[in-house]
């Protein structure tokens, strides 16, 4: 029996809109603040005990980090550090199969932030399978930071 009023019956309900409120598969990266555009915040190491602490990856493969020198003066760099809840413990990550350090650095370009060229930032993406949250450490006052993940 059809209805012609559009109504909804037992045997054909009415599409419900749903909406996802994790990311699920994602091939364009994701900022991790949930604001496309908006900084990470770096902290200090000594500041990381909390499973709250640092960003959700929602078990995403790959993490984009951007680095920005906002005081014109120094090379900078901000350290990944990674929290796995089967662990429950904040501890630095690696690069993928390599005891190196997974660093997101800039060279000093010798002019203020707002003069900087695309070249004068560093933009690096890092495999992360399995780390179920990130956080950056860095000195805070020298360095602005954007991550986002993705699957692809």
């Not at 995403?60 to 350290?79: C, G, P, T």
């Not at 004068?120 to 399978?129: G, Q, Y």
Request: aromatic letters at 8%; a negative charge.
């Amino acid at each position: 029996m059809s209805h012609s009023s559009g109504t909804p019956n037992d045997r054909h309900p009415m599409p419900v809109r749903h909406r996802n409120n994790s990311w699920g598969r994602t091939r364009g990266p994701k900022n991790l603040t949930g604001v496309q555009g908006a900084e990470v915040d770096v902290v200090l190491v000594a500041t990381l005990d909390a499973v709250t602490d640092g960003y959700s990856t929602e078990n995403q493969r790959y993490l984009h980090v951007l680095v920005i020198d906002k005081n014109a003066d120094d090379a900078l760099s901000v350290a990944l550090y990674g929290y796995n809840h089967a662990f429950g413990i904040w501890a630095p990550l690696n690069v993928q199969n390599e005891s190196t350090p997974a660093v997101a650095a800039v060279t000093d370009s010798g002019a203020a932030e707002g003069s900087q060229t695309a070249a004068n930032r560093e933009l690096v993406t890092f495999e992360i399978a399995g780390t179920d949250r990130v956080a950056f450490v860095g000195v805070t006052a020298d360095v602005r930071c954007y991550a986002a993940c993705s699957t692809f």
